[in-house]
């Protein structure tokens, strides 16, 4: 997943047994919820915030109404393997989290928060968007990019495995959040906010951000990571209690998804969330110009790095090695990648070299769809671009969104997940045109 380098009062006086039952409490009722097709997963990102996007725009665009479950991105995983809160640039930022106060203007429910409740933040803002919202669940991301660094050693040993998943499910489903400082937090003050967890390790076995700790056992120690949390959360259900779900980001590069045990993890897991995206990008600073996430491949790729890929390469290839059609959601990007200098060639600037990135190499699709040019609609390829004599953005539009939702109710898959939910516009048009897709309208 896409990460920059940056990055009430009651609750607290429960008894450990309320505690233990508070998740089962939050639980939705299915039976009150739209009926959607398929899973519909929507990436919320903790920094957000500080550009202006919050849940009330989740609400108020019509996106929460036609998801399934917003994944928050992201938790961090500690030096001595375990999930932790802080307020330390880079490291974590528990005052987004949970620490902020929102503004009636900016709360989902139109209501302030007050200085006494222990929960504020985006993680109340999550509660109040299912509250209004009976289909929707949320999940915790673990890692992305930027804090996959010390997963190799949380999942080295079956101690360390153990310690490092009652760690995330202490903070995160059980809500027993640090007060760092701060009246907010607590023992029990996030219960109830989080369905389940999600793991974004980028990558087991290699591949992913300078720095991060990696072993070639990785693979083996991933699944019996897996393995160990869907224990641990089955364990805290018990026989009545809620489903939690359990999740995860796989690569779209094969030879990382070749590090996975995928017939293994598939019997662990709800579902994985395919990254079908960033096939191409702003990484080849000259070019040549090419899709950030095309559904079939074209003959004339000119890539030397991921010739011929594509999104249904990618899918082909996690269900020939092991994982059921219905345990895999087919990833799509919000965002696209742009070049300068580019010459018109004969395909409207696709596979040209160029002079550089265009206004630094990517953008969200609310400023890409406003930028001059001509879009350009490759049906056979499932690729859309934009070009305007000189700059070329390789993007999804809502109708290539539309095609790759329905690609995913042809294929039998478990449905779409979209990185991420504030580069959509104020109308959540992206959103309605995977729900258009999967809904077969």
């Keep these: 997943m896409r990460m920059p380098s940056r990055t009430a009062a009651l609750l607290a006086a429960l008894t450990v047994a309320t505690l233990a039952a508070a998740p089962a409490a939050q639980a939705h009722d299915d039976h009150h919820a739209p009926r959607l097709k398929g899973q519909r997963v929507g990436y919320f990102t903790q ?83 299912k509250a209004k919202n ?40 059980k809500g027993n959040l640090p007060q760092l400082g701060s009246a907010e937090g607590g023992a029990g003050a996030g219960a109830g906010t989080f369905d389940g967890i999600d793991i974004d390790w980028e990558y087991p076995g290699g591949g992913g951000d300078a720095g991060n700790i990696v072993r070639p056992e990785d693979g083996r120690n991933y699944t019996l990571l897996m393995q160990e949390f869907r224990k641990q959360l089955d364990a805290l259900s018990g026989r009545k209690g809620p489903h939690y779900l359990l999740t995860a980001a796989v690569a779209s590069n094969e030879g990382r998804a070749d590090q996975l045990e995928l017939r293994k993890v598939a019997k662990s897991v ?13 990484w080849d600073t000259l070019g040549p110009t090419n899709h ?7 003959k004339a790729d000119p890539a030397t790095d991921n010739k011929f890929y594509s999104v249904d390469r990618v899918v082909q290839h996690y269900l020939d090695n092991g994982l059921p059609a ?57 690729a859309t671009w934009k070009y305007d004599g000189t700059e070329f953005w390789s993007f999804d539009t809502p109708e290539l969104l539309t095609r790759k939702a329905e690609y995913s109710r042809w294929n039998d898959l478990a449905g779409v997940m979209a990185w991420a939910l504030d580069n959509d516009d104020a109308q959540g048009s992206l959103v309605k045109a995977l729900d258009k897709g999967l809904q077969g309208r």
């Design 47 to 129: 920094w957000g915030i500080y550009s202006g996007f919050s849940a009330k725009k989740v609400q108020d665009s019509g996106q929460a109404g036609k998801l399934t479950v917003i994944n928050y991105a992201f938790g961090n995983v500690s030096s001595d393997g375990t999930c932790f809160e802080a307020n330390a640039a880079g490291v974590g930022d528990a005052w987004a989290d949970y620490q902020r106060p929102v503004g009636a203007e900016e709360s989902v429910d139109g209501v302030a928060d007050t200085a006494e409740q222990p929960l504020k933040g985006n993680f109340n803002q999550l509660r109040k968007l």
């Design 134 to 173: 009976p289909q929707l669940k949320s999940v915790i991301s673990l890692g992305g990019w930027s804090w996959s660094k010390y997963f190799s050693d949380a999942a080295l040993t079956d101690a360390s495995r153990k310690k490092f998943v009652a760690s995330c499910i202490d903070l995160y489903i």
């Design 270 to 282: 709800d579902w994985l969330n395919l990254m079908t995206y960033d096939l191409h990008g702003s």
């Design 292 to 298: 950030n996430a095309n559904l079939y491949a074209d």
């Design 326 to 382: 219905d345990k895999a959601v087919l990833g799509v990007p919000f965002y696209g990648y742009g070049w300068t200098g580019v010459p018109a060639g004969t395909r409207n600037g696709l596979f040209q070299p160029a002079a550089g990135l265009a206004r630094g190499g990517s953008l969200p699709y609310n400023q890409i769809k406003d930028l001059p040019g001509k879009v350009s609609y490759d049906r056979q390829h499932g």
